[in-house]
């Protein structure tokens, strides 16, 4: 009898002991559409995430495993657009990593930065810069932390932190991310030129073939376009869907040239196939506004509430889509109250942002409003810009 009574005590308090049981799931991944699997790419994709799954049904606190599978969602959110299934997904599985005792300093370091990287994806930008800053603390010396650094300062308007932290970070370790960010500079602060250099040169450093390379291919290009270099770009453009074929973002952007060039149905061929590769809502964007260009009142007419409907999924998963609503309401939609109305949590949240200050002005160009609009307008001019945009506006003032 007292074998038998020391035996149940003994599981009564190895019960008590016990860790909790979690509730976490481990995400689905999703299937991409079949022009978006590019070769081995997502073989390799489908069986990390089955390696990973694997690891996290047989210890559901493997931290590693569970910092690898955000950032497995990140990119998947990015390729695929399924932001409102990824972006939720990651930030739940980086929280659950980042709440484990085990966790080391090193995880922690890169626990912070992909959680960093989710809140810059849901413009989330104070929230971005908090925990980038947390994860410095804990290693000030790893160059990957700085570009999140740097985007939040650029997101929030603070574009000296920028470029000090961009300087550090090219030093530290020169390739694709830290030359991409220094083209944004440089064209933040009105040096076009300089900034198609840098941003060549981080497309010389990708991976041929590699996402990340068609990325910044993509934002060489759109650079290109924009600055009236519109052969180059172009050229880009079908050197990308060459590597990659039917990369969706690189078909959206052809449109946009076809648009400026009145080749109408060239475009809406290449947005429709676009839209039908991913459910990206700035390929709808720009359907609609071809089919307000080209007097297609009834194709537009119906496009609107998909619109409307994919941006509310997006905010109902927490991705910050003011911004994207404002230029809805003012670009097709015509309703500049509207489109102030949603424009004013981004002022609140980053006033000092040039790209928010000159929406601001277009929008107060459109109530006509001079006097407010020429204030956004020397506020979006003090970097110097000479976004075709902003050289627009001020003609009109």
Known sequence: M????????????????????TNFEIPALLERSEKMQYFNEWSAVRSTYADLKHALTKKTNHVDALINLTNLFIA??????????????????????????????????????????????????????????TAQLQNPYNASIYGALIDAHVELGDYKN?????????????????????????????MPEESIKAMQMAVEAGSPGSEEKAWAALQ???????????????????????????????????????IKQAKYKEAEKELKEACQIIPEVSFYIHLAELY????????????????????????KHGHNMSLEYA???????????????????????????????????????????????????????RTNSKHPELIELKQNI
């Open 327 to 381: 230029a809805v309401y003012s670009d097709l939609l015509n309703d500049p109250d509207k489109a102030l109305k949603y424009i004013q949590e981004d002022l609140n949240m980053r006033p000092d942002n040039i790209d928010i200050n000159r929406n601001l002005a277009k929008i107060y160009q459109m109530k006509k409003d001079p006097q407010n609009s020429l204030m956004y307008l020397e506020k979006a001019s």
């Open 2 to 21: 007292k074998n038998l009574y020391f035996i149940v005590c003994t599981l009564l308090i190895l019960s008590c002991t016990e860790e909790p049981k």
């Open 292 to 315: 307000k260009q080209t007097n297609q009142t009834e194709a537009f007419n119906s496009l609107i509430p998909e619109i409307l409907a994919m941006l509310d999924d997006d905010m």
């Open 162 to 190: 920028a470029v000090s932290l961009a300087d550090k970070m090219v030093s530290m370790r020169p390739d694709l991310r830290s030359y991409s960010r220094v083209s944004y500079l440089r064209e933040i602060y009105g």
């Open 220 to 258: 060489l290009a759109q650079l290109c376009i924009r600055y009236d270099k519109m052969d180059e770009g172009i050229s880009i453009l079908n050197q990308i869907l060459e590597e990659r074929p039917d990369y969706p973002f690189a078909k959206a952007s052809l449109a946009t040239v076809y």
């Open 76 to 133: 998947e959110a990015r390729i695929t657009g399924e932001h409102g299934h990824y972006y939720p997904a990651a930030l739940n599985t980086i929280e659950y990593a980042l709440q484990q005792k085990n966790i080391s300093k090193d995880q922690k370091f890169l626990a912070l930065s992909a959680k960093a990287s989710v809140q810059l994806s849901l413009h989330h930008f104070k929230d971005a810069l908090k925990t980038a800053e």
